[in-house]
């Protein structure tokens, strides 16, 4: 992959015929939703059959299974992710042609253009934060239009086209793409690094959040984690250009200072200094900041506390955001997106805190068997021990191997390093053969335990196969 450079915003109206080139993908499917939401006429390929494409064809595109030149149409843009190859028939065709070839992040900045701009950018937390706001905004009444990286568990819709005037965007740092928008409001979580297979360094990184922070609206709003030093400092920056920032977190001195965290079994209460009592329904101490920040965005648009607070307890969670898949055999089994050692560290935290909160209503001592596929071969090498050290924090590791998406394998990179990785005093198993994880899984678990898949690649899957075997115990 490259970096996105931010270009010139095409306004929604003069793209003219749209074909999406992957199209069944969650980022291109909502784009795609929301242009077909506001009448523009859109076709598009994937390389399978999906129920998103037949969601797109239900709204009016026209929608083709396998990547052909003929595709193309007449469209007049053409819109790829950074996932699509120069050699793609159909982009091929279109660069013949002369065609309008625009990155997904800038097909998104066309549709927000006008309307007061939401991006939510950060290492962690992003999709969960978005999704959030878009549920307390509706809830609060100003019906945003949104567009997130992963869906709502309520709706099962990642994205969708409102009737108020504010755009709520899930900012994605991986390939630089954030740089295409111009947010009247940002939200920074954290910054961390991550993507170094693009980034080459930590500094790069830093560097391209800076830059972000530079595209905000002269007199917006920047809202910043306040218990990251890297975050905190974009906040000298935005003052410095002028704009309003307002900090949120446990530490001394945030904005919106959150205090009296306590779980309560999938979900926790606590408090936010000057605004009141929140209560979620989704669990972990991470959640309880993405609901501050998710507070200081809605502040800063003029809402109500009171009916942001109430959305926030009507928030039903994100997919594969620790979203729990059933239970079988009296053990439980949630699946987490959680692809990095910050992020396996949060879910798994919270996992023991809802495990904590069952011992103490009488159930027994139940057990973390966590499941683990290292997501890319690069990310693998630079964090194999701190994802061991993070699994140290279940009482089992189920480590597979290396799901390599757009990577080529690495010699001697293999889930094996993430295995050896995990602390002594804590049981590691090495599972190569994915389609044997759910069987392994199963057999370790007893009642009272907690089994949760983790990783960005098709581990998502296994989470219904091992609640099988559980059945079958």
């Given at each position: 992959?490259s970096l ?6 095409v ?10 080139i992957?199209?069944?993908g969650?980022?291109m ?14 076709s ?6 999906s129920?998103?494409?037949a ?12 990547h052909d030149?003929a595709?193309?149409g007449?469209a007049d ?6 996932a ?7 982009l091929?065709a ?5 065609l ?6 800038a ?18 937390g992003?999709t969960t934060t978005?999704?959030?706001l ?7 009444g100003a019906d945003?239009?949104y ?7 309520t709706t099962?819709?990642g ?15 991986s ?8 947010p009247s ?20 990184v830093?560097e391209?959040?800076a830059?972000?922070?530079e595209r905000?609206?002269?007199?917006g ?10 975050a905190?400092?974009?906040a ?5 250009r002028?704009?309003t920032?307002?900090s949120?977190g446990?530490a ?5 200072r ?7 079994g999938?979900g ?8 009141g009592?929140v209560?979620l329904a989704v669990p972990?101490?991470?959640n ?8 200081a965005?809605?502040q800063?648009?003029g809402?109500?506390?009171t009916?942001?607070r109430e959305?926030?307890?009507?928030f039903?969670g ?6 729990r898949?059933?239970?079988?055999g009296?053990?439980?089994?949630f699946?987490?997106y959680?692809h990095?050692p910050t992020?396996?560290?949060a879910d ?10 069952k011992?103490?209503e009488?159930?027994g001592p ?11 071969y690069?990310r693998t090498r630079f964090?194999?021990a701190?994802f061991g ?8 590791a189920?480590?597979l191997?290396v799901?390599?998406?757009?990577e ?7 889930g094996?390093?993430v ?21 392994i899984a199963?057999s ?19 989470g219904?196969l091992i ?7």
């Open positions: 992959m996105i450079s931010p270009g010139e915003v306004p929604a109206g003069e793209l003219g015929r749209v074909h999406f992957a199209i069944g969650a980022g499917s909502g784009v795609a939703r929301i242009m077909l939401r506001r009448g523009i006429t859109v598009g390929s994937d390389a399978r059959d129920e998103l494409l969601q797109l064809g239900d709204l009016g595109a026209k929608v083709f299974v396998g030149a595709h193309v007449e843009t053409v819109v790829v992710s950074t699509i190859r120069e050699g793609n028939p159909e091929v279109a660069r013949e042609r002369g309008r070839v625009l990155h997904r992040s097909a998104l900045a066309s549709l927000m253009a006008g309307r007061r701009a939401v991006a939510v950018a950060g290492t962690h992003k978005t999704s959030m878009t549920v307390a905004l509706q809830h609060a945003p239009s567009c997130i990286g992963g869906q709502l568990v099962g819709l994205a969708d086209e409102g009737t108020g005037d504010v755009f709520v965007a899930e900012a994605d740092e390939d630089g793409s954030f740089l295409m928008y111009s409001i940002a939200v920074v979580t954290n910054v961390e690094a991550d993507h170094l297979d693009n980034y080459g360094g930590f500094e790069m830093k391209n959040f830059r972000f922070v905000i609206e002269p007199g709003t920047l809202v910043v984690g306040a218990d990251d030093p890297v905190m400092a974009l000298d920056q935005a003052r410095a002028g704009l920032v307002r949120y446990v001394d001195g945030a904005d919106l959150i205090t009296g965290f306590a779980p309560r999938l926790s209460r606590f408090t936010i200094e000057g605004v009592e209560a972990g101490r991470h309880a900041l993405n609901a501050a920040a998710v507070v965005v809605a800063a648009l809402l109500d506390d009916a942001v959305g926030l307890t009507a039903g994100a997919m594969r955001r620790l979203e898949k059933g239970e079988a009296g053990v439980e089994v699946d987490s959680a990095h992020e396996l560290t798994l935290s919270a996992t023991r805190d809802y495990l904590g909160e011992a103490a009488g159930g139940g057990r973390i068997i966590a499941v683990f596929q290292p997501h890319l690069s964090f194999a701190e050290a993070a699994l140290g924090l279940a009482d089992i189920v480590v191997d799901y390599g998406a757009r080529d394998p690495e010699p001697g990179v293999t094996r390093l295995a050896d990785a995990v602390p002594s005093g804590r049981q590691a198993v090495y599972a190569p053969v994915r389609d044997e994880a759910p069987g199963a370790l678990a007893r009642p009272g335990d907690v089994v949760i898949t983790l990783g960005a690649g098709d581990v998502t899957q296994l219904p609640l099988e075997r559980l059945a079958r115990a």
